[in-house]
């Protein structure tokens, strides 16, 4: 198992808000061949990693190796193929490089950290912490302030487009309003205005790295 996970039951329910919430295309069953590799050398038996399942995860952190993938049904019955025959491989140059983005980086960093912080975090909060870094940062709060950045721009601006494509389809096409306000949203909505991924990726543009947001939402 990669990462410092706490708890089956933390990690499950982080990754059932982040798959309800955002990613409503299903993910196939993801995995590194050198991972494998290592598992079926030191154990004898390869395993799935909760990490490599995570939204936006393409590479292997460890390995900085583009993940493979199954689409079989039900393929977490299974282990993990020690072979990569009937394997799929995520296209390893635009994976790698935007796995190195630093805004990448944060986003993975901070998934695979929130499931770890010993207390939940509100919404009440996230849209604190937020309203304010984003006052600071000159980021508009409202849709009147036309003469501000918005946050989707700065999303658009910062993450590479192939990367983001996978977790908002069509994203580099034009962004219709109403998503481009949910995500903008999480700003000043007192509700959930959007998905967990588009928290995500705002709160890793409004800080410099994930420790720095994660700081920012337990201080
Ligand atoms: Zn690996």
């Keep these: 198992m990669s990462g410092a996970i706490q708890s089956d ?17 299903a993910r196939p069953a993801y995995f590194c061949a050198a991972c494998a590799s290592e598992d079926f050398q030191q154990l004898g038996v390869t395993y799935w ?6 939204p936006g995860m393409y590479s292997c952190l460890t390995h900085q190796e583009g993940l493979h993938y199954v689409l079989t049904k039900n393929a977490f019955l ?4 020690a072979t990569l025959e009937d394997c799929y491989a995520v296209e390893t140059n635009w994976t790698i490089e935007g796995s190195t983005n630093e805004y990448v ?43 501000r950045h918005s946050l989707t721009d700065g999303i658009l601006d910062r993450y590479p487009i192939e990367w ?11 962004l219709p309003r109403g998503v481009r306000e949910r995500i903008n949203g999480m700003l000043r909505c ?5 998905s967990i991924v ?14 720095d947001v994660i700081q920012a939402l337990h201080q």
Excluded: M, W
């Design 105 to 147: 980086q944060s986003f993975l960093h901070l998934s695979l950290s929130l499931p770890n912080a010993k207390y939940p975090v509100s919404l009440a909060k996230v849209r604190a912490v937020t309203s304010q870094r984003a006052e600071d940062l000159d980021i508009a709060l409202f849709p009147e302030q036309a003469d």
């Design 9 to 25: 039951r933390d990690i499950d329910y982080a990754l059932n808000r982040i798959t309800y919430f955002s990613n409503q295309h």
């Design 164 to 174: 983001l494509e996978l977790l908002f389809p069509n994203i580099s096409d034009k």
């Design 78 to 81: 299974q282990a993990p193929p």
């Design 49 to 54: 990693r909760r990490s490599h399942q995570l």
């Design 190 to 194: 007192s509700t959930s205005s959007s």
């Design 198 to 211: 588009a928290y995500l990726l705002g709160l890793c543009i409004l800080y410099d790295n994930a420790d």
